[in-house]
Nanobody, 123 residues
Framework: QVQLVESGGGLVQAGGSLRLSCAAS????????MEWFRQAPGKEREFVAAVSWSGDRTDYADSVKGRFTISRDNAKNTVYLQMNSLKPEDTADYYC????????????????WGKGTLVTVFS
């Protein structure tokens, strides 16, 4: 079993930055693709970013491309999401997920989920 715990969420003004972290425990996730999703109130959970197990491939939703950066440190069993130039529409609960089969960008394909961290962007 893998446990994922997100941190780093908070309240930030539009144009600001936040860095989310996702710490894995229970077993190593170095062979898993790691992905971030988000869910705004009243909306479905959506893909944000993914990184391959080696870190050499990343994918982003069009809405965050150029503003968000996903990275991982397998030695620390941790994944990060650097969020810059934040907008009010980025407000959501952000979830970390692990996928044994590789990056898929699909909610239903994830094997493990964290409980989320709330990001609120005000204008």
């Amino acid at each position: 079993q893998v446990q994922l715990v997100e941190s780093g969420g908070g309240l930030v003004q539009a144009g600001g930055s936040l860095r989310l972290s996702c710490a894995a425990s229970g077993r190593t996730v170095s062979s898993y693709a790691m992905e971030w999703f988000r869910q705004a109130p009243g909306k479905e959970r959506e893909f944000v970013a993914a990184v391959s197990w080696s870190g050499d491939r990343t994918d982003y939703a069009d809405s965050v491309k150029g503003r968000f950066t996903i990275s991982r440190d397998n030695a620390k069993n941790t994944v990060y999401l650097q969020m810059n130039s934040l907008k009010p529409e980025d407000t959501a609960d952000y979830y970390c997920a692990a996928n044994r089969a590789g990056s898929s960008m699909r909610v239903y394909a994830m094997d493990y989920w964290g409980k989320g961290t709330l990001v609120t962007v005000f204008s």
